[in-house]
């Protein structure tokens, strides 16, 4: 069984493939946005990050939400229902934590099949 990491370096890689299932976080790059923007760019580097890996949202079997702010929780499902695959919606949760980076409003974790 291989593991496929994509773009590797020394702390992290930028997402992992084990036995056909993607592993990946996606963080936002637009730091400046609020919580529904900051949500909607996280969610398009997810979809181009499974591009490169060959797959797409519609595959997503798991999602985790990091939320720094509860009262975001609505900005970020406007940003979540606007993007998810109809009828093909994944186990998600939506947990408030803080982010390591101050400017993180919200982080993404998923798992998807390949």
């Known amino acids: 069984m291989?593991?496929?990491r994509l773009d590797p370096e020394h702390r992290m890689s930028e997402a992992v493939v084990h036995n056909d299932t993607i592993y990946y976080t996606s963080v936002p790059e637009n730091l400046d946005e609020?919580?529904?923007?900051q949500t909607a760019n996280a969610l398009a580097v997810i979809d181009r990050v499974l591009t490169r890996l060959g797959s797409d949202k519609s595959r997503i079997l798991d999602a985790t939400i990091f939320l720094v702010h509860k009262e975001d929780?609505?900005?970020?499902?406007r940003a979540w229902d606007a993007w998810v695959s109809p009828g093909n919606a994944p186990v998600r949760?939506?947990?408030q934590a803080?982010?390591?980076k101050p400017e993180y409003l919200v982080e993404i974790k998923i798992v998807a099949a390949k």
């Open 2 to 4: 291989t593991i496929e």
């Open 34 to 37: 609020d919580a529904e923007a």
């Open 73 to 77: 929780f609505a900005a970020m499902n």
């Open 93 to 95: 949760c939506t947990v």
């Open 98 to 100: 803080g982010l390591m």
